[in-house]
């Protein structure tokens, strides 16, 4: 099991940027994948970015292009740079961890989850 403590949620105005942190109590690097999820009130749980133990990365249609997901194995941490915000992008965000290097973008597949930042974009 691994504590995860996100950070760096925010309100900035439409077209704004934002970076979270996702700091992880011990190491994950390569052995686990590592997402970001964004809840946004009366909706349903969303995957926005994955990076799996090889660096691999996927993203959300959603996000493609704006959002960037990585991880500093030193620090035991992640990132997710948010750029060209959206209103729609207005959620309360999640980091999530996988024992598995392997991703997947179903919430279930995840055992350790983070507290939550909030984010909001006004228009």
């Known amino acids: 099991q691994v504590q995860l403590v996100e950070s760096g949620g925010g309100s900035v105005q439409a077209g704004g940027s934002l970076t979270l942190s996702c700091a992880a109590s011990?190491?994950?690097?390569?052995?686990?994948?590592m997402a970001w999820f964004r809840q946004a009130p009366g909706k349903e749980r969303e995957g926005v970015a994955v990076i799996a133990g090889d660096g691999g990365t996927a993203y959300a249609d959603s996000v493609k292009g704006r959002f960037t997901i990585s991880r500093d194995s030193a620090k035991n941490t992640m990132f997710l740079r948010m750029n060209s915000l959206k209103p729609e992008d207005t959620a309360m965000y999640y980091c999530?961890?996988?024992?598995?290097?392997?991703?997947?973008?179903?919430?279930?597949?995840?055992?350790?989850w983070g507290q939550g930042t909030q984010v909001t974009i006004s228009s």
């Open positions: 999530a961890a996988r024992a598995a290097s392997a991703c997947y973008w179903g919430s279930s597949h995840y055992s350790d």
């Open positions: 011990r190491d994950t690097y390569s052995v686990y994948c």
